[in-house]
Nanobody, 125 residues
Framework: QVQVAESGGGLVQAGNSLRLTCAAS????????RAWFRRTPGKRREWVAG????????FYDISVKGRFTLSKNSANNEVYLDMTRLNYDDTGVYTC??????????????????WGRGIQVTVST
């Protein structure tokens, strides 16, 4: 069974950067596709970014493209979400999801079967 855990959240000033880490255990030799979702105040959960583990392709929502970057560490099965030029609208609970089946665009929640508990990111103005 795959277990997912997020780390790296916290409070950051607008314009600054933050790195989130998604660790997944139980993925096996093929690794796990990964995606980040977030729930912002007053909004439904929304997709942020995704990574196809086997191909290394990354996908980003238009709201974060150019500011957020996904990368992976195959040695420890971790995925990093580097967030730059953060603004207030980025505030929310960020949740990492994983899939042993891979993903196409890595943006649909049904593609992922293992979810972390979420981590708070607060951007102050």
């Amino acid at each position: 069974q795959v277990q997912v855990a997020e780390s790296g959240g916290g409070l950051v000033q607008a314009g600054n950067s933050l790195r989130l880490t998604c660790a997944a255990s139980g993925c096996g030799a093929s690794g796990c596709a990964r995606a980040w979702f977030r729930r912002t105040p007053g909004k439904r959960r929304e997709w942020v970014a995704g990574l196809n583990w086997s191909s290394g392709r990354t996908f980003y929502d238009i709201s974060v493209k150019g500011r957020f970057t996904l990368s992976k560490n195959s040695a420890n099965n971790e995925v990093y979400l580097d967030m730059t030029r953060l603004n207030y609208d980025d505030t929310g609970v960020y949740t990492c999801a994983a899939s042993t089946r891979g993903c196409r665009d890595c943006m649909e929640s049904w593609e992922f079967d293992s979810w972390g508990r979420g981590i708070q990111v607060t951007v102050s103005t």
